[in-house]
């Protein structure tokens, strides 16, 4: 379980600078173009951790 804890610990750790991110948009446009980075970045984190199949794979339930 101290894992787990550990884990979520981290990631809101690393969600820090993504919240300030966010907190820095002006307006819905600069919200959405901060989206739009921040899911080319996340594909390519993906793609290069689990390869093109594996992405494909983990998100094929959620293309219904």
Known sequence: MSDDYDVVKRM???M???DKCIQM???DRDL???ACAMLQRTK???DNQI???GRKEMFKDLIK
């Open 12 to 14: 809101q750790e690393m």
């Open 16 to 18: 820090e600078p993504v």
């Open 25 to 27: 948009t002006d307006d």
């Open 32 to 34: 959405l173009a901060l």
């Open 44 to 46: 390519e984190i993906f």
């Open 51 to 53: 390869g093109v199949p």
